[in-house]
């Protein structure tokens, strides 16, 4: 052997890769649901241990999307809710094409929910507050009039019973089957804010994944408090708009809940087991006035 | 006159126009008579003209909205008022040229004026973002407003563009931060104010300069909550639908009056603001003051619950029955929790693999 020879490269016969080679490994019996990969670092792990993590990887800290009454069921006081305008649903004022058969699917594929928002009056930590908590399941969270409505009802609601107002968003955006009348949803929360936050009350608004578009840019933004939970996208413009727009690859944790509360856009970014306790603190630090002085 | 853009749907008008011109010339330079034949051209073009422009299709409108020669918001400003002295800045960061504003004469009368602003040629548009302001942009807007409030000036807006600018740097100073809070602060202003759409109303950034008691629109002008364009390419995956995306999505000024969204619509000369901008100009003016005059008698407290009112209506639902209601409760009951893990996209990525 020549001493050359020993900085060649090893011939190695080589398989050809691809699915269609490899070999077909029998499929083990598991039931459907039992276990569940996280799709930020493909960690398995059970789902009922996932669940009682509330849904938040054990490996990695990703944060699964919840349902709105999954939330409801973590946030309020014994997961109870009074929920309000449960029988308010779309109908299909544009006649768009599609529209009505998507809504259908909707339905069908969320049983427990009749649109992208469920609004109510519950506890946090003993504090009466009216909640409304978004869900992305339903129309991928799209603000149409019933969603504009039903926000725009338990805002003028806490307002008139003089509570505190929590909103828990998620939302692609406006919804464009109902076009300018979906556009003018934001003008519709955002005005009745005006009146609620003006007259004293309190809005916290918890930025969960995802909340883009008309959402973000209407009611969401404008919380006395702004929170996020861990690496939310929160953002006006998707991703791939941006992209084409300025021509240049955006970094990973473009719009992110860390993102925006380095660029000064939030208050505070919580941990999903943090999250009850911090919004008792919160609450806690508005008990009127009057209360205390009675205590003197 | 510059050479008019031609739009699509007006070539086999100007198809025939150019007949006439070169049937004209031929006669000319070989002293033929063709005056009949030319008189029956003349009068099939005029025929042609009345049958085009009459019956505007909602994609057509989008096509005039968008022209390059449309008048402006400056155009508007300086054939509309006078003494204007244009306000720069937004105190925070920058003067972003795609929103323009300041304060003018409207017959006599103290106003402020704001508007998105459209580039008339490819450097302006470029200093300008095609109209589409960053966050600075809505900022100084509401600088200016709030500044009409605190002076008792009325506020009068154009809008007119194809929405908020998406780029990395307008998100990470708060885009969605400052079209929210224009919404809710243009809500509370004791002051009237007016917002006349004169080409394109896309998106919160438009919205944003138009929470008005008045919403005025031009004949044809358009008004949605996302470009036809960008629901071609969530819905269908095909942004050169963009003409069946408007049909469907209701965006002319005929329309959002049916919806009662806008309360009025300024009359365009045949074949759009473009041809005749002083013609369009003193329609619009004439309007605006009207509406303004009635505005004027509201106390600060009757505006505000006016404009409040104006948008609190605004939106179409239905009760469900009981029993749909009870059907609904019953799978409630017997339905499995919803599963996790769903794969994580951006709102627009996610939208458009529902759509």
């Not at chain 2, 739009?7 to 006439?20: A, C, Q, Y």
């Not at chain 2, 042609?48 to 402006?72: D, F, G, I, N």
């Not at chain 2, 306000?87 to 504003?101: E, K, N, T, Y």
């Not at chain 2, 896309?202 to 005025?216: E, K, P, Q, T």
Request: charged share 25%; proline share 4%; glycine share 8%.
């Amino acid at each position: 052997m020549q001493i050359k020879d020993l900085f060649s490269k090893k011939k190695y016969a080589t398989i050809p890769s691809g699915s269609a080679s490899a070999p077909e490994r029998p499929k083990r019996d598991i039931p459907e649901g039992l276990m569940n990969k996280c799709s930020k670092c493909g960690n398995i792990q059970y789902s009922k241990e996932l669940d009682k993590n509330l849904k938040v990887c054990s490996s990695c800290g990703h944060h699964y999307r919840l349902s709105a009454w999954e939330r409801i069921g973590m946030t309020l006081d014994d997961g109870r809710l009074h929920e309000y305008d449960a029988d308010m649903v779309s109908i299909d004022p544009l006649e768009f094409p599609g529209y009505a058969g998507k809504l259908k699917q909707q339905y069908e594929k969320n049983p427990n929910l009749n649109e992208a928002v469920v609004t109510g009056e519950g506890m946090i930590g003993g504090f009466p507050i009216v909640v409304c908590v978004m869900s992305f399941d339903f129309f991928s969270g799209s603000m149409g009039s019933v969603v504009g409505e039903k926000i725009t009802r338990a805002i003028e609601t806490a307002h008139a019973k003089q509570l505190p107002l929590l909103i828990f968003s998620t939302s692609g955006g406006a919804r464009m089957q109902e076009s300018i009348l979906s556009l003018m949803q934001m003008a519709k929360t955002s005005a009745a804010l005006s009146k609620f936050q003006g007259a004293g009350g309190l809005f916290i608004s918890v930025f969960t994944d995802p909340t883009m578009g008309g959402v973000s840019a209407s009611f969401a933004s404008l919380g006395d408090y702004n929170l996020a939970e861990p690496g939310a996208l929160v953002g006006f413009a998707g991703r791939i708009v941006i992209e084409q727009t300025i021509r240049q690859k955006l970094p990973d944790n473009f719009q992110t809940a860390e993102f925006n509360m380095q660029h000064g856009q939030l208050d505070m970014v919580v941990h999903r087991k943090d999250m009850k306790h911090t919004l008792t603190k919160l609450l806690d630090m508005h008990i009127v006035r009057e209360d205390l002085s009675h205590a003197e | 006159m510059p050479s008019e853009q031609k739009l699509p749907f007006e070539k086999p008008l100007s198809d025939l126009r150019d007949k006439i011109a070169t049937l004209k010339k031929l006669a000319e330079n070989n002293g033929m008579d063709f005056t009949e034949e030319i008189l029956r051209l003349e009068e099939k073009c005029k025929q042609m003209e009345e049958e085009l422009y009459s019956e505007m299709t909602a994609a057509q409108k989008m096509h005039v909205a968008r022209h390059h020669q449309r008048p402006t918001s400056l155009d508007f400003i300086q054939a509309m008022f006078t003494d204007f002295m244009e306000l720069h800045g937004d105190r925070l960061f920058a003067d972003d040229l795609a929103i323009v504003g300041g304060l003018a004469k409207f017959n006599g009368l103290p106003i402020t004026v704001v508007g998105h602003q459209r580039g008339k040629d490819t450097r302006d548009n470029i200093a300008r973002f095609f109209g589409s302001p960053h966050p600075e942009g809505f900022r100084k807007a509401l600088r200016l407003m709030q500044q009409a409030n605190k002076f008792n000036r009325p506020i009068i807006t154009f809008i007119d563009t194809k929405g908020a600018y998406p780029g990395n740097t307008a998100e990470e100073r708060g885009q969605s931060e400052a079209i929210a809070r224009n919404l809710r602060e243009m809500a509370g202003f004791g002051v009237p104010i007016i917002c006349v759409v004169i080409g394109e109303g896309g998106s919160g950034g438009a919205l944003a300069l138009g929470v008005g008691n008045r919403v005025i629109m031009l004949e044809n002008a358009i008004y949605s909550a996302i470009s036809p364009n960008g629901a071609a390419s969530i819905l269908w995956k095909d942004a050169s639908k963009a003409d069946v995306a408007a049909e469907a999505m209701k965006i002319t000024a005929k329309d959002l009056l049916e919806f009662e969204i806008i309360e009025d619509i300024v009359a365009e000369p045949q074949g759009g603001a473009h041809r005749d901008v002083t013609f369009t100009a003193e329609q619009l003016k004439e309007k605006l003051w009207l509406h303004l005059q009635q505005l004027l008698q509201l106390t600060p407290e009757e505006l505000i619950e006016d404009r409040y009112q104006k948008f609190r209506k605004i939106g179409e639902f239905r009760i469900a029955e009981p029993a749909e209601q009870a059907a609904a409760e019953l799978q409630h009951e017997n339905a499995p929790s919803v599963e996790g893990g769903q794969e994580p996209a951006s709102g627009i990525e996610a939208e458009s693999a529902q759509v």
